[in-house]
């Protein structure tokens, strides 16, 4: 598998986890997802999840099962996030490492490409859910924007670097049309 296929993400939502809806996940068949914690669903300035991300589990989950894996070292930060989804979760994932994912994906009993692995990072979420053979999704980070551009130097040039080596971030225009319930791409 080639370095740009690698870092090229299935899906560039072009927005935060919560545009990640269930009829995107219905067109692209996905069974069941795996998400990264930090930048994805809570700012690392954060602790506490938004009432906003609490009703998108409780949505989402109604149609497939979420686990949580983290890179993150902190149980109890990782631990207190998951209790309060009610998700279960792996931390220390060491992502691109493909363990953990696989572990959360058995977990599931689902095939590892009906999984979608979400995910704020290029080197980190997507070049682990590619390795494994999920379906990778790309969302804005959930922090500001100013501070991810001030703080957070790293994921600009994960961006920057990847579109040097070929990768695309085009953000597909979904229209879903409430008379046939589906989506068109």
Known sequence: MS?????QPDL?????????TPEILTYYHIQ????????????LQQSQVSQELEQWIKTIRQI????????????????????TLTLPYLLRAVKPSRRKLRQA????????????????RLFTDVLAGNRLGMFTILVKPIADTAVVDRYYPIHN????????????LIVPKFEFTKNDQSLKH
């Open 12 to 20: 560039v939502l072009g927005d935060t986890i919560l545009g990640l």
């Open 157 to 168: 040039f994960e961006i920057w670097l990847s579109q040097i080596l070929g990768v695309s």
């Open 64 to 83: 497939t099962p979420i686990w949580l894996v983290s890179n993150n070292l902190s149980e109890g930060r990782i631990k207190r996030i998951a209790n």
């Open 32 to 43: 069941g997802l795996v998400l990264d914690v930090d930048e994805t669903l809570v700012s």
């Open 105 to 120: 994906v058995q977990a599931m009993q689902l095939p590892v490409n009906g999984v979608a692995m979400v995910g704020d």
């Open 3 to 7: 370095k740009t296929k690698l870092l």
